[in-house]
């Protein structure tokens, strides 16, 4: 197999198996840039010697071995020689006699390693944004070139964050373990939090030209995917994937040929992915076998139900849906939940009664800027035949939002609400 066959394939490979490569040398080396380093120098070997061996029998054993080696050269000859770098130089020297077999098990698929890397890069010490770019970078293995171009920001920018993030994980002693106890729903929560931002930046991309990334979805999904195989008794973990598999279910529907957005009252339902619902609602099952307390993931997974068992957008349980919002409102307090509850309930009992709900949201500071808000309204507004109002609400909309693609689906409502105004006047 010549050289450019073969490239391909070490990618995938390395796709596949750069996190627990990266997490087991953190595991050994206790330092995320060198284990980094390590891995990358392992992955150079891979390229210098597969294309004419092959690709080995287990191509993930093989990178472990070959960047271990590389860490027991680093602390062999490493300039420093203070006492932690004996300590894990004699570390390393006693894996390397460690039998065969000793060495594959701890090179098993998957494997607590990357739990544990995992919950270093979204400790919640860092901020949002850094966790995101750090779990896409050491667990999803995007270069930072992919991620800025993800999020829509200067590669530079994503640099910066994961030498800081890394940095503040250095500084702050973070270990290289899963928490217990009392610590281990916090950091769950954070890891959680991190994984939905990444899957939404994807579905309903904030900024840029296009109204959906795909990639970044099936990375969401991806991550969480070994998150229910490494802690199988969490409800909110299959809550999670319950709610993107559903989400997800419905990418083709949600834009037009052109890359225009639909919305989700508009959208084709013979277009969703039927295959997503079933494992989104299989997962819902399972989450709803492990807790007698619903957490935030496993509510919204709960809504979003609701809309994939109805077969038109007129069957929709919206009384129900807006039961859920309020228990959720409950557990999970904010804003951005209100919202979205008065958008169900002037489904399923009118948009006047729903307008009253959205009046003590436009004091809130965190909507200030959010242009959801005027957009929600201007659509109550535009039901109630208040179009010259709606008309200002979308307008206000198009000014907020940083996303091409939605910018110009508001400007159009607005039009269409400012000509219904004027044929009202005639």
């Known amino acids: 197999m010549s050289g450019a066959d073969i490239h391909p394939k070490i990618e995938a490979v390395w796709k596949s198996e750069a996190a627990r490569v990266t997490a087991g040398l953190m595991r050994i080396v206790r330092n995320l840039d060198l284990a980094e380093d390590l891995a990358q120098e392992a992955l150079l070997a891979a390229l210098e010697k597969w294309p004419d061996s092959g690709i080995p029998p287990n191509p993930g054993a093989w990178l472990m071995t070959t960047a271990k080696r590389r860490a027991i050269d680093y602390f062999r000859f490493a300039e420093r020689s203070d006492q932690k770098h004996q300590e894990l130089g004699r570390e390393l020297l006693d894996l390397e006699r460690t039998p065969p077999d000793l060495v594959t098990a701890m090179d098993d698929p998957i494997g607590d390693d990357v739990l544990k890397l995992i919950f270093v890069a979204c400790h919640p010490v860092l901020s949002a944004e850094a966790r995101a770019a750090l779990t896409l970078r050491v667990v999803g293995g995007l270069t930072t070139d992919e991620i800025a171009r993800a ?165 929709t349980d919206w009384v129900r849906i807006v039961e859920l919002y309020t228990e959720l409102a409950q557990v999970a307090p904010s804003p951005v939940i209100e919202l979205n509850r008065a958008v169900a309930v002037s489904r399923a009992y009118g948009p006047d009664q729903a307008l009253g709900l959205l009046e003590p949201l436009r004091t809130e500071p965190v909507l200030r800027n959010y242009h959801l808000l005027p957009s929600v309204r201007g659509d109550l507004l535009a039901r109630l035949s208040r179009h010259g109002e709606a008309a200002a609400e979308f307008q206000r909309a198009a000014t907020l939002t940083r996303n091409e693609r939605e910018r110009t689906l508001l400007m159009e409502r607005a039009r269409v609400s400012g000509e219904a105004a004027a044929r009202k006047d005639l």
């Open 151 to 315: 999020f829509l920001v200067p590669e530079s920018t994503i640099a910066q964050r994961i030498v800081r993030a890394k940095k503040t994980l250095t500084q702050k002693s973070i270990p290289f373990v899963v928490p217990r106890g009392l610590d281990l729903a916090a950091r769950l929560s954070s890891v959680l939090e991190v994984v939905y931002l990444i899957f939404n930046e994807g579905y309903a991309a904030t900024s840029g030209e296009e109204w959906m990334r795909a990639s970044l979805c099936d990375e969401a999904l991806r991550l969480g995917g070994i998150l229910t195989e490494l802690d199988s008794r969490e409800a909110e973990v299959h809550g999670l994937v319950a709610l993107m598999e559903i989400q997800a279910s419905r990418s083709k529907a949600r834009v037009s040929s052109t890359g225009e957005p639909i919305l989700l009252l508009e959208q084709e339902r013979d277009l969703w992915d039927r295959t997503r619902i079933d494992r989104g609602l299989a997962a819902l099952e399972r989450a709803r076998n492990l807790t007698g307390v619903r957490g935030p993931y496993l509510l919204q997974a709960e809504i979003a139900a609701c809309h994939a068992r109805a077969l038109t957008a007129a069957e």
